[in-house]
Nanobody, 125 residues
């Protein structure tokens, strides 16, 4: 397993933006699929976005057009850009990674073996 450390969360007003970062202790991040998930109080963890090792991205309907997933293989870091934030985006955001040869990813926690500790995102109205 690899180690993942998220950062970039915080408090922002509705309509604002944040960029979450996920530093991954992997020598070749391009061989990993990356996922971002979130969990609000009293709710189940839900998939937000994922990026396959082949570069295909997938977004939940609730965030498509507002969030953007990306990676910098040289820095071994994944990102999630959060724009046009809404109060319902408030949650702890987790990044996850798994080494794979697949060119696809799905928004299921069971598909990822390594997880970060999470970073809190709070959107005020």
């Amino acid at each position: 397993q690899v180690q993942l450390v998220e950062s970039g969360g915080g408090l922002v007003q509705a309509g604002g933006s944040l960029r979450l970062s996920c530093a991954v202790s992997a020598p070749a991040l391009n061989y990993y699929k990356i996922g971002w998930f979130r969990q609000a109080p009293g709710k189940e963890r839900e998939g937000v976005s994922c990026l396959s090792s082949g570069g295909r991205s997938l977004y939940a309907d609730s965030v498509r057009g507002r969030f953007t997933i990306s990676r910098d293989n040289a820095k071994s870091t994944a990102y999630l850009q959060l724009d046009s934030l809404k109060p319902e985006d408030t949650a702890v955001y987790y990044c996850a990674a798994t080494r794979t040869n697949s060119g696809y990813c799905i928004l299921s926690p069971s598909g990822f073996g390594s997880w970060g500790q999470g970073t809190q995102v709070t959107v005020s109205s």
